[in-house]
């Protein structure tokens, strides 16, 4: 029910949303609410189709989606209105990528959202450059067609696509879900397969950066685990050195990265691919009993945080023309309310405790631990702590510089609902961990 | 219910605090000053219901047991020792900073220092003990990074990442230790053979070390000293490095005593180098402030030879040491930084002759400065006696050498008064206004009034140390 209230109003939206984008809104809104209620009384997709699944930890990722789509439709303006009803066509899409069982599915959602995706970055031209968006197609084409290989070369060793029959020791499995990770690490923006994503996320708009960045690489990152957590644990010694391998050079070189970047959006994207660094490990530990929460734990949490950011991003840009660190210097006086929610998110995805990016990273870290990768997990942990030198000269600009000119904004309502919104979520999840854990371990 | 609240609700009033003394700045800090006063009240009734020996259970919250993670909240001596510190030194941090400038902002950062410090000496939860831990970092980063001196953003963004990074060390510590034994709470813990304590030892001293600090990880603490405003390296100085110390006792010392014996040649090692190495740089330095935050360095140095013993003794003057080190090097912080206020200047050598201008502030650096080379009838004198003989008893008489260490602060205390405070007046005194608040002065009496009292009678905190160490084996 919930997919097709979702896409219903999805087709319904763009008859108002020229005229009046408060009725398209509060569409979009109801028709979020109406699914999330639909998802607790368990219908969403499962009684309806097959072929899908559903448990708690899926359900609770899904609230969180629903959630955090609600509060961007909260803050956009009349500029952005097509993505109201993108973002509603994403939501369906999204619920049924991660409530799908199976590989023909999973490969099937995840193009669908690769082409909601396409069109997010590309339909929104005004100062933005269209660089970006070319190459997140290019890149995300190139990755379907990878995904498409791996996939086709898996079904020769299966008789089942249900990931819980999964094959895994056919003859070609290994080299069959290699390649078929490698399509989904472009997604995921591991370094080496990271560079379209530093121009897409910083040249398209911001919005739709943060939705391209934060909800569908959660999404993403939730449903792969969901899908090769069989293959995971069956081959524990190949894919703790791969994932441990991605997960260190792709933390490691976005954040030396993004310590040398002058665009504010450029560095929110490195320290996004470095974010994507973090959340391999929990791959890599997948036969420690924490890794399902920490993986979940580490997409909610990131689902906030990089959403948030990017949306208080895209608020300055328009109303201050912030583009540039230098641009940021005395924020706080200019935009107070603005600035304090931008660090207090900015803190979180540092890392910084009692907010969701500290708790994620704690459990999903521990993840590593409990399998005996304790040096990755140190070099981790080193890496957010370097990290911290770019999102803490950021907050220098804003707080300890001295403005430029002296404009100054207040904020909207519809982006103050919806910075509450996600800055709850993410205080939330910092201080209380119950719900993740009640939904991954008994 | 108190328990939680009085960490928590912090954090969440200062934000409040802030908007709404936006038009009236100055309420702020009655607010700030009653809310410590509140704290320190609490924390003494605490100090009255602590049992005999063993811990006041204060509550837990936030359970999620399937990762063990709860915020247990208890306290024993040793704790109460350390909120009683702080809430001191919050309440005359106040007075001290009575005149600052944007008042709204400082005052309501300064309440919300106070929510998760209390937390760090609070939870016996080492997973929530971390998060205060790193929590206490973020008031920090904008007290220094704002009001700071010329250079204070550098020393801001050195001092958040240098103890963020070396924090993470302990981090790996502290998973290792729930890998083993399957516990956050420290009292579980403790019950728990460990089976590999080297790496678990060295990635928490580490940790701890850089907060305290000790010799090679110290190179933060001069520049976040200097460049913070007095009031703030009071509390950097006295309550900051005190984690570290507080730290090292409870996660070294209690948790872990037969890989802490293991390695004790090692803390000894390092606190002796800390002691003569920012002794010998506490001479060199022409700059007042410098040479305050090297004094302040080689007496944690001292603290750690203390609690390398890990004997009765030698924790009970450690425990000492620490609330002597903050109530002495708090004072010489006030004075050094009024003085470059008022004059000016950085460097002793261009002082001179302050005596017979400012004779109260002169007075008072004499006094805290004769503390901290060891004057009998202070704080100093007693903590440095009892560290010597508890490190004579454990190591032999060869220890006798850190006695030096009170020979060096009074070569560097002595030479700072002969030049700065008395000799032929400068120009630059000739020009300065000295006059001083009323709230400075009273909070300058305190200080005073405190060293020489607990110099004169040091019993009650050594009721607490015995109270707090008596499974050593105390009286």
Do not use: C
């Not at chain 2, 399937?66 to 001191?88: C, K, N, P, R, Y």
């Not at chain 2, 603490?221 to 509390?235: E, G, M, T, W």
């Amino acid at each position: 029910m919930s997919f097709i209230i979702l896409i219903a109003a999805g087709l319904l939206v763009p008859v108002f949303y020229r005229n009046n984008i408060i009725i398209a809104k509060l569409i979009a809104i109801s028709a979020f609410i109406l699914s999330m209620f639909f998802i607790y009384q368990g219908q969403s997709l499962v009684g309806l189709f097959p072929g899908f699944a559903v448990d708690s930890a899926t359900k609770l990722m899904e609230y969180v989606l629903l959630v955090t789509l609600a509060a961007v439709t909260f803050s956009l303006t009349g500029f952005e209105r097509p993505l109201i009803a993108q973002m509603l066509f994403l939501a369906g899409a999204s619920i049924a990528f991660l409530e799908s069982a199976n590989f023909f599915l999973f490969i099937v959602l995840f193009e669908v959202i690769a082409i909601i995706s396409y069109i997010l970055v590309a339909n929104i031209r005004n100062f933005y450059n269209a660089e970006g968006a070319i190459k997140a197609f290019i890149a995300g084409a190139v990755a379907s067609g990878v995904i498409l290989l791996g996939f086709a070369l898996y079904s020769f060793t299966t008789t089942s696509f249900a990931y819980i029959d999964m094959n895994v020791h056919g003859k070609f499995t290994l080299i069959a879900v290699a390649i078929m990770l490698a399509g989904i690490f472009y997604k995921l923006t591991v370094v080496p397969m990271h560079g379209w994503a530093a121009d897409a996320y910083s040249q398209v708009n911001h919005a739709a950066a943060g939705i391209l960045s934060g909800v569908i690489k959660s999404v993403v990152l939730f449903a792969t685990f969901k899908a090769f957590y069989k293959f995971l644990i069956t081959y524990p010694f190949a894919t703790v050195l791969i994932f441990a391998f991605f997960a260190i050079i792709t933390m490691t070189l976005a954040n030396f990265m993004a310590l040398w970047q002058k665009r504010i959006s450029k560095i929110l994207a490195y320290s996004s691919i470095a974010h994507s660094g973090y959340a391999l490990i929990p791959f890599a530990a997948a036969t420690s009993i924490y890794s399902y929460s920490g993986i979940l734990y580490y997409a909610i949490a990131y689902i906030f945080m990089q959403t948030s950011v990017f949306l208080i991003l895209n608020d300055l840009r328009r109303e201050l023309g912030v583009k540039y660190l230098e641009d940021l210097k005395g924020l706080y006086k200019k935009a107070p309310i603005h600035s304090l929610f931008f660090t207090i998110q900015l803190f979180s995805l540092a890392g910084i405790p009692l907010l969701a990016g500290f708790l994620a990273k704690a459990v999903a870290f521990y993840a590593g631990v409990d399998v005996g990768l304790w040096w990755v997990v140190l070099i981790a942990l080193l890496n957010s702590a370097l990290a911290v030198a770019y999102y803490v000269w950021i907050i220098k600009h804003i707080y300890m510089d001295e403005p430029n000119n002296f404009e100054t904004i207040s904020i909207s309502t519809g982006s103050l609902i919806g910075q509450l919104i996600l800055l709850a979520g993410t205080i939330y999840f910092g201080i209380i961990g119950a719900d993740v854990f009640n939904a991954t371990l008994p | 219910m108190v328990a939680v609240d009085i960490i928590f609700a912090p954090i969440v009033f200062s934000a409040l605090v802030y908007f709404f003394t936006r038009g009236a700045e100055q309420f702020a800090k009655y607010i700030a000053l009653g809310w410590f006063i509140v704290l320190f009240i609490i924390a003494l009734s605490w100090y009255h219901q602590l049992p005999e020996d063993g811990w006041l259970f204060l509550g837990n919250y936030l359970s999620v047991p399937q990762f063990g993670f709860e915020l247990t909240l208890q306290i024993d001596a040793l704790s109460v020792a350390m909120l009683l510190l702080t809430a001191a030194l919050l309440i005359l941090v106040v007075f001290t900073s009575w005149n600052e400038k944007k008042q709204g902002a400082y005052f309501s950062l300064l309440i919300m220092f106070s929510g998760p410090i209390f937390g760090v000496f609070m939870t016996t939860n080492v997973l929530w003990f971390f998060m205060f831990w790193e929590l206490t970092l973020v008031p920090m980063l904008f007290l220094v990074g704002i009001w700071g001196e010329e250079n204070r953003i550098y020393a801001a963004i050195k001092f958040f990442l240098y103890t963020h990074v070396f924090a993470m060390f302990m981090f790996v510590g502290f998973y290792l230790l729930y890998k083993q034994t399957g516990y956050w709470d420290l009292t579980l813990i403790k019950e728990t053979a460990l089976v590999t304590p080297a790496l678990i030892w060295w990635l928490m001293f580490i940790g701890f070390a850089a907060k305290l600090p000790v010799f090679p990880f110290h190179t933060w603490l001069p520049d976040a000293h200097v460049q913070a405003p007095s009031s703030i390296s009071v509390l950097l100085a006295g309550v900051l490095l005190k984690m570290g110390a507080y730290g090292l006792i409870r996660f070294t010392v209690e948790l872990m005593p037969i890989t802490t014996m293991h390695f004790a040649p090692w803390m000894l090692g390092f606190g002796l180098a800390t002691t003569f190495f920012a002794g010998f740089l506490a001479i060199y330095e022409r700059h007042i402030k410098k040479m305050v935050a090297y004094s302040s360095i080689s007496h944690m140095g001292l603290v750690v030879v203390a609690i390398s013993t890990m004997t009765y003794d030698g924790l009970s003057a450690a425990l000492y040491e620490m609330i002597g080190h903050a109530l002495v090097i708090s004072p010489l912080f006030l004075i050094a930084g009024w003085l470059h206020h008022k004059t000016h200047t950085w460097y002793m050598d261009e002082m001179g002759g302050i005596m017979k201008k400012a004779p109260y502030a002169s007075a008072i650096f004499i006094l805290a400065g004769m503390a901290a080379l060891g004057l009998p009838g202070t704080m100093g004198f007693v903590g440095e006696l009892t560290i010597i003989i508890s490190a004579v008893k454990a190591y032999g008489w060869w220890i006798a050498v850190i006695a030096l260490a009170g020979l060096i602060s009074a070569g560097y205390i002595i030479w700072s008064v002969r030049r700065a405070i008395h000799g032929p007046m400068s120009p630059v005194v000739e020009k300065a206004d000295f006059s001083m608040s009323l709230p400075e002065k009273f909070a300058l009496a305190v200080y005073a009034f405190l060293i020489v009292y607990f110099g004169v009678n040091p019993q009650p905190i050594f009721d607490l140390a015995n109270q707090a160490f008596s499974w050593l084996g105390g009286m």
